[in-house]
């Protein structure tokens, strides 16, 4: 442990690599999505995060660099609705040793082993009276545990119950142990990112992934990496209808700093979702909106479930409670916006969860290439939905007459694509939606819109208009 760059925090970093030798490819057409994508996840790991400071700046650096990333730093002391932000939490070292002067507990191997936001400590103690300030999983053995006091003034040292045990054995109860904590909370600033792809129109769909915890692959590393590359994937892809803001921030005080600062644009958001643990390899799990829990299902709730239909996912739907991430912002009383939450195994039900167990082995490739396929999928459901009206309404109109049962036919899905056009034909009567005839047909979204678009080239459908983002 001696040697090592000791003087500040980022010379332990390892810093963002360049473009040029990231060790990430994000072409939209990577047939190693999944591997990519992890070893994205393993390049946002080891950057120290916290709701404050550098590990968080690290994290949207390397982030900025595959996405225009907009970055905003939000004074220590700002009021953000009932809350302030805190002050900025800086680590130099912090350790536990032995009399000999052997580190038994060392911040500098994992961020896990302190407390986030421990305060200064200098002292020495019995095992004992330490004992106060140490966490273990006594169930969890082999794992050191992941804690935090952002609000409450205390230290505190986190190590696996296997390692407690032969600490003890070592020194015994009363063995005088060295504390070090140099650490410090000064006026700073928050941080948080967000890109922006700009839509033919302002209205948006927000997705956020919160980017506080450190050394936690699927918590939070994960969705940091699926969001940005789908950020980028939909930069690259076909022009979209809505505007689509993806925000990075500390969970909690970081969304309601967003929040508070665009409070006055925030009905510009249609739709939304809250992402996190996106790489395990549990199903996928949607936690529905406010609103379409307690009244009606919005857009983003049934794009959701079909686009699951569709791509043939397992697909847990939860209602909307007031625990979880940040989706208790965003789904509070006086913002009520739109916006579920698309997790794979929700938080707390998966054994590593907030241990060190959650690292790169539990992330797998292929879970986090099928997220990004599905988020992909539920933006451009999305976007792609709209409300038609037929222009010729009385009885089927002929479809032969206008070469439109050849050009079906022609098509490899053809009798489905025959099957949806009926369909949109008959739903389009100013009131339904291109997701409503999905839902009701049983049809892919994709071969409801791929009819929708020819039948308007054909004339048959009279310009579209925007389904309410507020349901029906
Ligand atoms: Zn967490």
């Known amino acids: 442990m001696e040697g090592?760059?000791?003087?500040?925090?980022?010379?332990?970093?390892p810093r963002p690599v360049s473009p040029a030798d990231a060790p990430v490819s994000i072409e939209p057409h990577d047939a190693d999505l999944g591997e990519s994508l992890h070893a994205f996840v393993a390049q946002l790991l080891p950057f120290r995060r916290c709701i404050t400071g550098d590990g968080l700046r690290q994290t949207?650096?390397?982030i900025g660099e595959r996405v225009p990333l907009r970055i905003s730093e939000v004074p220590t002391g700002t009021r953000v609705f009932d809350w302030t932000i805190p002050k900025e939490w800086r680590v130099r070292?912090?350790?536990v040793a032995?009399?000999?002067?052997?580190?038994?507990?060392d911040w500098a191997e994992s961020p896990l082993h302190l407390v986030q936001y421990s305060v200064a400590a200098r002292d020495r103690m019995p095992l004992w009276a330490l004992r106060d300030h140490l966490h273990t999983l006594p169930d969890q053995p082999g794992l050191v545990p992941y804690r935090t006091s952002y609000y409450a003034p205390t230290w505190g040292f986190c190590l696996s119950h296997e390692e407690l045990e032969r600490l003890a054995a070592e020194v015994g109860e009363g063995g005088e142990l060295e504390v070090v904590v140099d650490a410090e909370q000064a006026p700073g600033s928050l941080t948080y990112g967000e890109v922006v792809i700009p839509g033919e129109t302002s209205d948006e769909i927000l997705l956020s992934a919160h980017a506080c915890h450190p050394a936690l692959a699927n918590d939070n590393a994960s969705s940091l990496a699926v969001a940005t590359v789908l950020a980028r994937r939909l930069m690259d892809g076909s022009p979209l209808r809505h505007t689509v803001r993806v925000l990075f921030a500390p969970g909690t005080i970081g969304a309601l700093a967003w929040l508070d600062r665009n409070h006055a644009t925030l009905g510009r958001i249609r739709h939304g979702l809250v992402l996190a643990n996106l790489g395990d390899a549990g199903g996928l799990t949607?936690?529905?909106t406010r609103r379409g829990t307690f009244d009606v299902p919005l857009p983003i709730d049934r794009a959701v479930r079909t686009v699951a239909r569709d791509l043939g996912v397992p697909l847990d739907i939860r209602p909307f409670e007031p625990t979880g991430y940040d989706e208790r912002q965003f789904g509070s009383p006086g913002l009520d916006l739109p916006v579920g939450r698309l997790t794979r195994t929700p938080h707390g039900e998966y054994p590593e969860y907030h241990t060190?167990?959650?690292?790169?082995?539990l992330v797998r490739p292929e879970s986090l290439a099928k997220s990004l396929a599905a988020l992909e999928a539920i933006v451009r459901t999305l976007d792609g939905d709209a409300v038609y009206r037929n222009a010729q309404p009385f009885g089927e109109p002929q479809l032969g007459r206008r070469g439109l049962y050849a050009s079906?036919?022609?098509?490899?899905?053809?009798?489905?694509?025959?099957?949806?056009?009926?369909?949109?034909?008959?739903?389009?009567?100013g009131a339904h939606s291109l997701l409503d005839v999905a839902e009701?047909?049983?049809?892919?979204?994709?071969?409801?819109?791929?009819?929708a678009d020819r039948l308007a080239d054909a004339g048959l459908l009279v310009a579209p208009s925007s389904p309410s983002g507020d349901g029906r």
């Open 286 to 288: 949607y936690k529905q």
């Open 408 to 429: 079906l036919g022609g098509l490899p899905d053809g009798p489905a694509a025959q099957r949806a056009a009926l369909w949109v034909l008959n739903l389009s009567d």
């Open 98 to 105: 032995t009399a000999d002067g052997t580190r038994v507990i």
């Open 4 to 13: 090592r760059p000791a003087d500040t925090q980022a010379a332990r970093y």
């Open 440 to 451: 009701r047909s049983g049809l892919p979204f994709a071969t409801v819109r791929a009819a």
């Open 356 to 361: 060190s167990g959650d690292d790169l082995a």
């Open 60 to 62: 949207l650096l390397a």
């Open 93 to 95: 070292d912090a350790y």
